[in-house]
T-cell receptor, first 112, second 112 residues
Framework: TQLLEQSPQFLSIQEGENLTVYCNSS?????LQWYRQEPGEGPVLLVT?????EVKKLKRLTFQFGDARKDSSLHITAAQPGDTGLYLC????????????FGKGTRLSVIA | DAGITQSPRHKVTETGTPVTLRCHQT?????MYWYRQDPGHGLRLIHY???????DKGEVSDGYSVSRSKTEDFLLTLESATSSQTSVYFC???????????FGSGTRLTVV
């Protein structure tokens, strides 16, 4: 069974601080995705990384896929209250169109 | 146009009664999924479909059945609801796991 471990589980920071969320596995994935979920809504796809070592930026969010395609990180610069939410990582297994493997999420609270 | 809609958004039902949740898509995506989300457990896959009348079990399929008679509709049925099935249920669609999912807004089900 493939697992994705996310850390930390909870994070509470002040507005303007930087933070990094990690997503780790012992398995190789064909892609790694990050989602953000707000209360009462479904997760929304933020980014997909496919190539080992790939870095993608989305405004103040930077996503990196590990060289071995087993791990990923999400870095937020100068966090804002609007960044508050549940961040989920998900890996697409190598074996065909098997469903995604999800981490349990990191709940981020940014305090103004 | 949301592309994916779930109904109902909220439901309260009594133990032992059958319940059907509906997921409808307008994207013509091949893959459809049902997840439940519970505190401490994250998203857990119940069942998924890879085509009309083609379905497979996920990690928490006991007590649930699904049907997909048309590309656009994926139904989740709780044959005899139990309190342990109180949860938030999400439907998702995809072209291919590699590129990520689009989630619905969820159905909050309470079994009393």
């Amino acid at each position: 069974t493939q697992l994705l471990e996310q850390s930390p589980q909870f994070l509470s920071i002040q507005e303007g601080e930087n933070l990094t969320v990690y997503c780790n596995s012992s398995s190789v994935f064909s892609s790694l995705q990050w989602y953000r979920q707000e209360p009462g809504e479904g997760p929304v796809l933020l980014v997909t990384v496919v190539t080992g070592g790939e870095v993608k930026k989305l405004k103040r969010l930077t996503f990196q896929f590990g060289d071995a395609r087993k791990d990923s990180s999400l870095h937020i610069t100068a966090a804002q209250p609007g960044d508050t939410g549940l961040y989920l990582c998900a890996g697409a297994p190598l074996s065909g169109n098997t469903p995604l493997v999800f981490g349990k999420g990191t709940r981020l609270s940014v305090i103004a | 146009d949301a592309g994916i809609t779930q109904s109902p958004r909220h439901k309260v039902t009594e133990t032992g009664t059958p319940v059907t949740l509906r997921c409808h898509q307008t994207e013509n995506h091949r893959y459809m999924y049902w997840y439940r989300q519970d505190p401490g457990h994250g998203l857990r896959l119940i069942h998924y479909s890879y085509g009309v009348k083609d379905t497979d079990k996920g990690e928490v399929s006991d007590g649930y059945s699904v049907s997909r008679s048309k590309t656009e509709d994926f139904l989740l049925t709780l044959e005899s609801a139990t309190s342990s099935q109180t949860s938030v249920y999400f439907c998702a669609i995809s072209v291919q796991s590699l590129y990520g999912y689009t989630f619905g807004s969820g159905t909050r089900l309470t079994v009393v």
